[in-house]
Structures are given as structure tokens and as C-alpha cells.
């Protein structure tokens, strides 16, 4: 398969991992063993994280911190450490974030190759940046230039204290014992002629899980509920499919009453999750959760620092746009007193403005790196990593139309939308094979406006058998190609 390389010059997709690393990894080949190999080419030909066999994880170990959850793969300092300087310059290209230059990405992806050499030298700055200094000729200059800059930094102490506890991209999560198994579905297993598809939007927590540990190790555990798997953890009985606000709920209910009327023969209607960008996880409440856990269970963050980052939080509350209620603006500013206050976990509680506020400055890169939790860890561990923005089938709902709505079992979300989680698609799927008519309205330079009108807009998709064929060729496509790690 043909690879393109690609030219960091657009806002990166958050969990386009696998463009990340093509970059870097065609001259790293040759320096690892031959399964790791196998690994390598599998993540850079499949594209999306669901190709993450074992093989491909086990490459990962070797070369990179992280589990391919979304971002934040430095992986030039362990490159080196096993390629040395050769290897150092092909990997150089692959130590980006997600920002929107060639340079910010450069500059992020520094960093963290600064942090990885700094646990590696048991927290000595000098030794550390001494090594970074030794791999610069071997760098693109665009690498050499950032690593400059990040060569003069000086650190935080909550910096160095923070990555000596961290063990990138090491996640620990606990299920909880009333969680059901997940079912994985083929397409013909999912859909049959006759269905109608209704996009469903939602954000790629886990759901059913403790976080014991996310980078670092936590005090407490951290309970997530979803998310695409929200429906694992209520019981069948209670016929319950998702969860959402009362008018989200209300809405997404009427549209699956109108897609009854497209019904024919022994067809349903069925919900299909359309999975949101990372950021779509800021609205939940166990999402602040992890973080603030994460905040208290790592390094004393300066003073400075700290009233700064708690003024930011009221800046972003008053840029917020868009639907935010003018009340719930007030309120958050009225009561936003820091993040250490204990009064918070109400106000959070009750104000999604709030919460989406404090996460939306938790994920500018600048605080991380005065010491404040790493993003990137947080959302390698809240996330579902096989799944990437836009992709569908992340669940697979049978619909009630007609059904009331019930109240909600969710801490973030009070209303219930009657149905049956039915499973979960085996390969995801790109919204344009099911959604192809309403995708290219919008035109491929567009596709994230289009993203944005599946998932707020009232959308019905009839299933044919092309769509069931097409679907099931793409699925056996893949699945034949990871059971013979070629793919």
C-alpha cells in the first residue's frame, strides 16, 4: 500500500497516530528485529489505531512510550538509545504533537524528548539536555531549531518530579464486575436490509473502568462511564442505549421516530455512534474527574503557576461561544475559585461550562509543562484507542421509537434514550460508507463541518445490501490483514 507523506502544514486530526510515525519509521526498520518489523509496517500502513496488533504494540514498547493512544509520541530519544544517531535523524520527523505548524509540532515534540531523556537519566536536567545536544546534527532543522529553544528552558521543579513518576503511556484500569462483554459485529451481522441508520454522536470514553494509574499513579481511583460503551454497564433489562441532556436526548428521540417511517420489510431503526474528537470527552464529568485526580496525585505546582492557571480557567469560561447558556457563564464565573477549591466538585457537578472550561485550558500544552498534568496521558488513558475522529460503529444501538426517554443513570448526563446496545462494529468504518450522501454535501475540504452536521443534525441513512457488501469487504479486508500482520 502506497504511503503518503504528509506534509504537517494543516491542524492535525488528534488520533491520526499512525501519520505521525510514517515519517520516522521507514529508516528505523532495519534497527529493531524482525516482529517488530511486522509491527512497524502494520501501524504504518492501517492507518488508524485499530491495526494495533500485538505485534504493532509490542513494536510500540520498543521504540516509543504509549499504547497508540492518541498523541504524544517522542519517539526520537528511545530511537536513538537503540539506532543511535542514524536512526535519531529518520525518527526525527515523528516527534509531533497535534498543533498547527510544522514548528509548533517540532517544538511540542521536543519536549517530550527532553522528558524521556530526563527519566532516563534518573532526573538529571544537565545529563539530559547534554544527550539532546548530541543528537542535534543528526536532526531535520526544523527539529534542530525547536530542540534549541528547548535546550535554554529552564524547568519547574514540578516538571522533573513529574515525569520521574510517570511511565509513559502506561495505563492501569480495573473493570468493574458489572460490566458486560463486549459483542463485536461484523456488517451483516449489525445491519440488514430494510434498517435505518441514525448517526448518534459521542465521545470515545471507556466506560466501566477504575484509572489507577494514567502516566503517573494515581491515590484514587477514577471511575469512567462513557461514551460509545455506556450501554456495557446497564443492565439489558432496563432497555437503555444512551445517555444525554434532556433536549439532546429529546432530539435524538425524534429522529429516530422519523426514521421509523423509512422502515420497510423486517428493518429497524438503528443508532450508530459517530465518534467525536478528543476534545468531546471535556464535557463529561468523570473527565474533569481524572484530571484533577491526576493534579493531586502529582508534584506541588508553584503558587505563581497555579493562580495563573486558575485565572486562565475564568478567561476561557468568558471566551466561551457558541450554545453556552448565558446563566450557566455567570454562574462559572461567579463561582470559579480555583482549582483547588472544595466547593468545586459541586460547582462542576451542576455547570458543564465550568467543566469544559477547566479542560479546555488543562489541554493547552504550555501547563503541562510548568508541571500541571500531560493531556496526553490523560486522554491515553480515558480514551478508546481504536477509535479516531469521525469513525462509526464505536457502538451499535437498536432504537425504541415511540419509547419515552427515562431519567438518567450517568453522572454527567440526566436522561436516558430507550434502546438496546446491541454491540460494537468489528473494524470501525469511515463515515462516508454509510453516510456518503450526507458527507459530500460538504466536499473533502469540508469534512469537519460535515463531521459536525451528523452529529447535531437530523440524519437517516436507509441500508441496502451494497452497503452491507461494501461494509463487510472493508471489515474482512482488514481483519485477514492483521491476522497475517501485513496490514
Do not use: C
Request: charged letters at 25%; zero cysteines.
Amino acid at each position: 500500500m502506497a504511503v503518503t507523506e504528509p506534509a504537517f502544514k494543516t491542524k492535525r486530526e488528534p488520533h491520526l497516530t499512525a501519520d505521525l510515525l510514517r515519517q520516522g519509521w521507514h529508516g528505523l526498520k532495519g534497527a529493531v528485529p524482525e516482529w517488530a518489523q511486522r509491527g512497524l509496517q502494520g501501524v504504518e500502513d492501517w492507518g488508524d489505531r485499530t491495526g494495533a496488533t500485538a505485534a504493532a504494540e509490542g513494536a510500540l514498547q520498543f521504540v516509543a512510550p504509549g499504547d497508540m493512544t492518541d498523541v504524544g509520541l517522542s519517539a526520537l530519544g528511545p530511537a536513538a538509545k537503540y539506532g543511535g544517531k542514524a536512526v535519531a535523524k529518520a525518527v526525527g520527523g515523528a516527534t509531533a504533537l497535534l498543533a498547527g505548524t510544522e514548528d509548533a509540532e517540532a517544538a511540542q515534540g521536543m519536549r517530550r524528548v527532553l522528558y524521556d531523556l530526563i527519566r532516563k537519566h534518573g532526573g538529571d536536567v544537565d545529563k539530559a539536555k547534554m544527550e539532546l545536544q548530541g543528537l542535534t546534527p543528526s536532526m531535520s532543522t526544523t527539529d534542530r531549531s525547536q530542540a534549541t529553544k528547548v535546550l535554554k528552558l529552564e524547568l519547574p521543579p514540578a516538571v522533573v518530579q513529574r515525569e520521574m513518576m510517570t511511565t509513559p503511556g502506561q495505563n492501569v484500569h480495573d473493570i468493574l464486575h458489572n460490566v458486560r462483554n463486549q459483542t463485536f459485529l461484523k456488517p451483516e451481522e449489525a445491519f440488514k436490509v430494510g434498517d435505518v441508520a441514525v448517526p448518534v454522536a459521542g465521545d470515545t470514553t471507556r466506560a466501566g473502568v477504575n484509572v489507577t494509574r494514567a502516566g503517573i499513579p494515581l491515590k484514587r481511583p477514577v471511575t469512567l462511564h462513557g461514551g460509545h460503551d455506556y450501554g456495557l454497564t446497564t443492565a439489558p433489562e432496563l432497555g437503555v442505549s444512551w445517555a444525554s441532556e434532556p433536549a439532546a436526548a429529546a432530539s435524538k428521540q425524534i429522529n429516530f421516530n422519523k426514521a421509523e417511517g423509512l422502515v420497510t420489510g423486517p428493518g429497524e431503526v438503528k443508532g450508530i455512534h459517530v465518534a467525536m474528537a478528543p476534545e468531546g470527552a471535556n464535557f463529561a464529568k468523570h473527565t474533569g474527574d481524572l484530571w484533577r485526580e491526576m493534579l493531586a496525585s502529582g508534584p506541588q505546582i508553584e503558587a505563581p503557576y497555579m493562580r495563573e492557571f486558575n485565572k486562565d480557567v475564568k478567561r476561557q469560561i468568558g471566551t466561551k461561544k457558541g450554545n453556552a447558556t448565558t446563566s450557566n457563564k455567570a454562574q462559572a464565573l461567579r463561582d470559579w475559585r480555583g482549582v483547588q477549591d472544595p466547593g468545586l466538585d459541586e460547582l462542576l457537578n451542576v455547570n458543564p461550562e465550568a467543566r469544559k472550561a477547566l479542560m479546555e485550558t488543562a489541554s493547552k500544552p504550555g501547563w503541562a509543562h510548568v508541571g500541571f498534568p500531560d493531556i496526553d496521558e490523560l486522554y491515553g488513558a480515558a480514551l478508546d484507542p481504536t477509535l479516531k475522529t469521525g469513525n462509526i460503529g464505536g457502538a451499535v444501538m437498536r432504537a425504541a421509537p415511540g419509547a419515552e426517554l427515562t431519567a438518567g443513570m450517568h453522572p454527567t448526563y440526566s436522561m436516558n434514550i430507550p434502546g438496546e446496545h446491541m454491540g460494537r462494529l468489528a473494524v470501525p468504518l469511515p463515515p462516508e460508507m454509510l453516510f456518503g450522501e450526507q458527507m459530500s454535501r460538504f466536499g473533502p475540504k469540508k469534512r469537519a463541518q460535515a463531521l459536525g452536521s451528523l452529529r447535531s443534525k437530523h440524519h437517516m441513512q436507509p441500508i441496502d445490501q451494497r452497503f452491507i457488501d461494501d461494509a463487510s469487504r472493508y471489515t474482512e479486508a482488514r481483519l485477514n490483514a492483521l491476522r497475517q500482520g501485513s496490514y
